[in-house]
């Protein structure tokens, strides 16, 4: 698998270094000079959407200006990026993406838009460590104990996913596929009735975003095995890693960003870097590292562009070998 950190380790995270003060970036004219309008192509009070607004309330404070976020979910959010990719390139509407745009690609045919060409990338913001999880009822306490489990059930047990074709779906392939297993596919349509099918057992096991299965574990109502990420996670300290137990080199995050519409004055792309850069570092976002184990990321516009395009190139490889058809 294609090493995640490896894959940013060229970007300039930004919490090592200062912030360049905003005018040091060029002139934009008077930019901002109203309201700014953020889509999250996913759906209100998801994981995506938590960090979103987040990012969206610093963004107001360092742009001095309000950056509103709105909502447009649906077909894996490729319904809030078409939006955003044939909006205006005035800097005026944002989006707020996620690693589903590395795999649309993949998934859809005649897509409206072009996941590089469509958009310019202004800033990674943040990557959400995934968690296997398993049925309370499964008779194991560890994630060795479970691939040794499954692999006795010779195909019976389900693994639940938030979509078919989505980043929760692709890492249990590439997991059963790393450790040798083999398990029915459950597709959900969103994170909520997979998570709660999982609770009451019609599923066995999801690998899912930590933020989203964060209060379940604390609850006890899930048996979380370990984290994706090639470290473990500051918020569940004694939870392993699936590099670390079964699968070397394993590591999977769903990463976020900020893009634009294609043709944005670069003066306005570099304005909004530095202030996606300087909102990083704000207190609600160190919070949410610290309370839900999100890694705070950040990066140049170049380094993004980079990024995405390496992301195309392996989320599709992913979808040919899992199988699945593109819609």
Do not use: C
């Not at 913001?125 to 479970?146: C, G, H, R, S, Y």
């Amino acid at each position: 698998m294609k090493n995640f950190k490896s894959a940013i380790g060229g970007m300039s995270l930004v919490l090592a270094t200062a912030v360049l003060p905003l005018q040091a970036h060029g002139q934009a004219g008077d930019w901002p000079n109203k309201p700014i309008t953020m889509v999250v192509p996913f759906p209100a009070g998801g994981a995506t959407d938590i960090v979103g607004r987040i990012v969206a309330k610093q963004l107001s404070d360092s742009l001095g200006r309000p950056v509103v976020v709105e909502n447009r979910g649906g077909a894996n959010a490729t319904i809030g990026m078409q939006y955003v990719a044939n909006a205006k390139p005035d800097g005026y509407t944002i989006l707020y993406n996620t690693s589903s745009l590395s795999l649309s690609p993949a998934l859809y045919k005649g897509l409206s838009f072009d996941p590089v060409k469509s958009f310019d990338p202004v800033s990674t913001t943040a990557a959400v460590p995934m968690v296997l999880m398993v049925n309370n009822d499964l008779p194991v306490k560890t994630i060795q104990e479970f691939v040794q489990y499954a692999k006795k059930q010779d195909g019976r047990l389900n693994y639940a996913s938030s979509g078919n074709g989505n980043v929760t779906h692709l890492a249990g392939f590439l997991f059963n596929r790393g450790v040798g297993i083999s398990a029915e596919h459950v597709p959900y349509k969103g994170t909520a009735p997979a998570l709660v099918d999982l609770v009451g057992g019609q599923t066995h096991y999801m690998i899912g975003t930590l933020n989203d299965a964060l209060p379940l574990i604390k609850a006890g109502r899930v048996k979380a095995l370990a984290v994706t990420t090639p470290a473990r996670v500051g918020i569940l300290p004694d939870l392993p890693t699936v590099s670390e137990t079964v699968i070397k080199g394993f590591d999977l995050s769903a990463w976020q960003g900020v893009m634009t519409p294609a043709g944005v004055p670069p003066a306005i792309l570099d304005k909004l870097n530095a202030a996606v850069l300087d909102a990083l570092k704000s207190d609600d976002m160190k919070k949410q590292e610290t309370e839900e184990g999100t890694v705070i990321m950040g990066s140049s516009r170049q380094d993004y562009r980079k990024f995405i395009r390496d992301q195309i190139d392996y989320w599709q490889a992913a979808v040919r070998e899992a199988g699945v058809k593109q819609g």
